[in-house]
């Protein structure tokens, strides 16, 4: 089994680790650490990639109890190295899901609707939604999303035994079960989440949808948060 720093603390970009494991594969070679701050790709949230000492991390896979880096040169099983996360990209990540913790969040409980499928693209962060919105409601909860990130609420992430679990009002795309872990943005958001966020709202800057069209049953959202739609608003 791997520790998960990024489960504990998402602002963790430097970390000691030992190499467990060293084996080729195509493409480079998969390399197990006792620990690693590295997010695995899962949930719609692409994987980090860095450095783990002299090799760079081309992608993270996980089985749910070891994380696997593929890398582009071995590392000697035993040795302890140091790994070194592209950190732009991943606080870019965190904006994004966050952002769309809280969008999600908003529609849900204004509209009841659920967030069936998200992604987050080279471009643009997409949802899905099960519920078709018109235009003015789309204006409406991108203007309540962005109040919630100005007023700056805490983000947390807990672990409730199965009994707690029960009470809690938690979206989720598919029924969970074993150890559950919940992201708390109060009053805004109640997600089963294994992604990286940022520790409060205030982080993500704004939050900006672009477009709004018919996908399947309901809508798909194409929005950007943070530096990432700064940076595209910039542009246009």
Known sequence: ???KLYETDSYVQTFAAQVLACTPVQGGFSVVLDRTAFFPEGGGQPCDTGTLGGARVLAVST?????????????????EVTGCLNWVARLDAMQ??????????????????????????????TIDLSGMLTPEQVQSV???ANEWIWKNVPVEASYPDPEALKTIPYRSKKELTGQVRI???PGADICACCGTHVSNTG???LLR??????????????LLCGRRALRYLRAL
Do not use: K, W
């Not at 089985?63 to 040795?79: I, N, R, S």
């Not at 659920?114 to 471009?123: C, L, P, S």
């Not at 949808?209 to 194409?222: T, Y």
């Open 203 to 205: 982080e993500i800057g």
């Open 209 to 222: 949808i672009f477009s709004c069209v018919r996908f399947h049953d309901g809508v798909r959202l194409e």
């Open 63 to 79: 089985d749910g109890e070891t994380v696997t880096h593929t890398t582009d040169a071995p590392l000697p099983e035993g040795t």
């Open 142 to 144: 991108e203007a309540e």
């Open 96 to 125: 994004q899901h966050t952002g769309e913790h809280i969008l999600s969040g908003v529609i849900h409980r204004r509209f009841g609707y659920e967030n069936v499928g998200f992604h987050m693209g080279a471009d643009f962060v």
């Open 183 to 185: 992201v708390t943005i």
């Open 1 to 3: 089994m791997t520790q």
